[in-house]
């Protein structure tokens, strides 16, 4: 089997990353509102 | 502000579905590891397609009836199907770097998910160069409908064009072709993140609804 984990270590790094990052935005920006 | 239950919700099935995905599916004998993309790369782009076709059905929906409920609809659809392609353009590279030796090539598929991407993003850049509110709606459902005339030349393409990404293996006339758990895993992965995309929707509309709200209210002083 190729040892190709780093890719998918990386991937799933990255893609949750930006969906977190998404998410924090989205409450970030909906709490400015409200001040 | 408490998180409403579909954004727990969200956040439970994905987490869930990334523990499966990474503790309890078995690796591909010849792919490896790196096959185990497939389970944020697929989902991420099936979301972006409901997404940008949403965007389309609720701009058609727009310019026929002028809610501005649909616009708001659209907006936010559009900018959440803009994360998703994000991360499909991310971990389809990460994936095709080991399996063909490149990180990209110009071909059909992986062109015509560039061009779906920029045409949104410019969708979005269009949002906010129009101050007038009912142009804004306007221009951005002609481009809105027109983008989403991209997603079946997408799906398409690797029957359509010589290209080197794979013929699908789930959406296609004939039984998926995948063993019993793997194709478990990546059905769980479709539904979570398809919630996942419900929960950014509902969040993003709602802060779409609060700033015209605020914007209103500013106008009227």
């Known amino acids: 089997m190729p040892d190709n984990a780093i890719y998918y270590h990386v991937a799933y790094s990255i893609a949750l990353g930006i969906y977190l990052l998404y998410g924090i935005s989205l409450f970030v920006r909906r709490s400015r509102l409200r001040k | 502000m408490r998180p409403s239950l579909l954004s727990v919700a969200a956040v439970l099935a994905v987490t869930g579905t990334v523990i499966r995905a990474v503790f309890f599916t078995p690796f591909e004998a010849v792919q490896g590891p790196a096959q185990k993309i497939f389970y944020l790369h697929a989902p991420a782009a099936w979301v972006a397609f409901l997404a940008f076709g949403l965007v389309a059905i609720a701009s058609v929906g727009y310019l026929w009836m002028r809610d501005e409920r649909l616009d708001r609809f659209a907006e936010s659809s559009a900018e959440v199907g803009v994360v998703f392609t994000t991360v499909v353009l991310i971990t389809g590279p990460l994936w095709g770097k080991p399996i063909w030796g490149t990180y990209w090539t110009w071909d059909a598929r992986l062109t015509l998910t560039l061009f779906l991407w920029f045409i949104y993003v410019g969708y979005i850049v269009l949002r906010g160069a129009i101050e007038d509110r009912s142009m804004r709606a306007r221009y ?17 393409s690797v029957y359509l064009f010589r290209t080197l990404h794979p013929m699908p293996i789930v959406l296609k006339p004939s039984a998926p072709s995948l063993p019993r758990e793997m194709l478990t895993t990546l059905l769980i992965s479709f539904l979570s993140f398809t919630l996942l995309y419900a929960a950014f929707l509902r969040a993003r509309y709602r802060f779409a609804v ?9 106008d009227a002083r």
């Open chain 2, 210 to 218: 609060e700033r015209d709200l605020a914007e209103a209210a500013a």
């Open chain 2, 140 to 156: 951005s459902a002609v481009l809105g409908i027109l983008g989403a005339l991209l997603i079946p030349f997408i799906h398409l």
